[in-house]
């Protein structure tokens, strides 16, 4: 009897990370064409507020630009019969811009309900996805390219250099990130990308060493002291033959700091110090939604999931990379083992 190895590339933890990263970031990305409305839309925040999930209204069209949100609407001889906010009211044809033999053209669906200024829920959510993924994936990229150049630095750059550099590092480590980051955000009161730049800054010095405790691990293996013996420089020997092997540990970091921005980001946002209103922003839709929890629940509950989600699936993806990438954790892929 044999057995067939497979590689942990095909794990479930990468397929379904990768899978839920990838739609994340279509559905931020494609947002103006999947949000069913401007997430900014108010047509009429009297009766369009507080609204459950699956709410569908009759949207009404003034002749003077003005929208009414109704339960029910009725086509009468003189014009429309609407009821909004517990009564009934009559409006002449002359007045109504979208009417239809059968009632009015127009409608809002609420399919995750509305918030306290009658937004829709769900187009909120969505453009949410694009600051908070913006914000995190971005910071990342900054925290990658300073952190890895600090640990080569560190790593390659002698005795001298690297004692300054750790411990400078162990300096900024001392701090607590969090209260560094709530205290920076407070004083600074950055825009979107002041966020991403303090957020980069008070993230990579993981990265960093991360990075030096790999490449002085790999400096003095077989393949890199052959690269220096046939006279290939030392920048060529960093980008070709250290980096690519350092980099597993590093990208699976990434992936997990990833969702930890993202977090820090909706904390920052829902203390009032991150994304500020009206622009959307999982952490300023928790910070509107925990004021009326009890009440109007989906609020809270529906930005909470997906934050929630997008950390699971950041966290998936640093675990599949992790086994498909790692060699040391990964069987060979398509050897045949017999067993006895």
């Known amino acids: 009897m044999e057995r067939r190895w ?63 949100l109704a339960e029910r609407v009725e086509r009468t001889a003189a014009g429309l019969r609407i009821s909004r906010l517990g009564r009934s009211e009559e409006l002449p044809a002359s007045e109504v811009a979208n009417l239809t033999p059968r009632g009015v053209a127009d409608r809002r669906v609420f399919l995750l309900g509305s918030d306290k200024f009658g937004r829709d829920l769900l187009s909120r959510v969505i ?40 411990r400078l590092l162990d300096a900024l480590l001392a701090f607590p990130p969090l209260f560094l980051l709530i205290a920076l955000a407070a004083f600074l009161r950055p825009g979107t990308a002041a966020l991403v730049g ?31 013996a046939m006279g290939q420089p030392p920048l060529a020997i960093l980008v070709r033959h250290l980096l690519p092997n350092a980099m597993t540990p590093v ?23 991150g994304i500020q ?27 909470g999931a997906a934050l929630a989600l997008t950390v699971i699936a950041f966290n998936l993806l640093a675990e599949g990379l992790r086994d498909a990438l790692d060699p040391q954790e990964r069987p060979l892929q398509g050897v045949t083992l017999p067993t006895p």
């Open 198 to 228: 303090i957020l980069a800054a008070l993230s990579w010095m993981a990265i960093g060493r991360l990075t030096r405790a790999e490449l002085l691990s790999l400096r003095q293996r077989e393949f890199v002291l052959a690269a220096r």
């Open 6 to 68: 497979t590689s942990r590339a095909r794990s479930p933890e990468l397929r379904w990370g990768a899978g839920l990263v990838a739609g994340l970031l279509l559905l931020a990305a494609a947002a103006p064409l999947v949000a069913p409305y401007d997430p900014d839309e108010q047509l009429d925040p009297a009766a369009g507020k507080g609204r459950p999930p699956g709410t569908v209204l009759q949207a009404v069209r003034l002749a003077d630009g003005r929208w009414l």
């Open 251 to 273: 990208l699976v970091q990434a992936a997990l700091l990833v969702g930890h921005l993202i977090v820090l980001e909706a904390t920052l946002s829902f203390l009032g110090l």
């Open 277 to 303: 209103p009206p622009a959307a922003s999982w952490g300023n839709l928790l910070a509107e939604g925990q004021e009326t929890l009890l009440d109007s629940w989906w609020m809270a509950v529906f930005p």
């Open 127 to 166: 453009y949410g996805a694009r600051v908070s993924l913006a914000v995190g994936s971005l910071a990342v990229a900054l925290a990658l390219v300073l952190g890895v150049g600090v640990g080569a630095a560190a790593a390659l750059g002698g005795a001298w250099l690297d004692l300054v550099l750790m």
